[in-house]
């Protein structure tokens, strides 16, 4: 009952921008840590990038200083700023919510469908 959607993958130029949108419907009554995860071809999906409801964001260091990660007043909506793209960036994206705090007092960790990233001319 509770679901993540995104949007803004596709096909970016090396050095070009993106951003990523993630938004969260269904029984919610907060939700405490946004996060981003990727996952290209043969490789273990790892952190991208996270942040929590009081305000601490986390990189991992291959993104440092090129992504930012962040979430509006709502905490229903998280966003990933990608700047100047690398071929190494091309991945699965997946919007991830570890700890949903649902109406009825349960805590859900929900997952995104995930979304193509390629940088490629």
């Known amino acids: 009952q509770v679901q993540l959607v995104e949007s803004g993958g596709g096909l970016v130029q090396p050095g070009g921008s993106l951003r990523l949108s993630c938004a969260a419907s269904?029984?919610?009554?907060?939700?405490?840590?946004m996060a981003w995860y990727r996952q290209a071809p043969g490789k273990q999906r790892e952190l991208v990038a996270r942040?929590?409801?009081?305000?601490?964001?986390y990189y991992a260091d291959s993104v440092k200083g090129r992504f930012v990660i962040s979430r509006d007043n709502t905490q229903k909506l998280s966003y990933l700023q990608m700047n100047s793209l690398k071929p190494e960036d091309t991945a699965v994206y997946y919007c991830?919510?570890?700890?949903?705090?649902?109406?009825?007092?349960?805590?859900?960790?929900?997952w995104g469908q995930g979304t193509l990233v390629t940088v490629s001319s």
């Open positions: 991830n919510c570890p700890d949903v705090l649902t109406t009825g007092r349960t805590y859900q960790g929900v």
């Open positions: 269904g029984s919610i009554f907060s939700i405490n840590t």
């Open positions: 942040i929590s409801s009081n305000g601490p964001t």
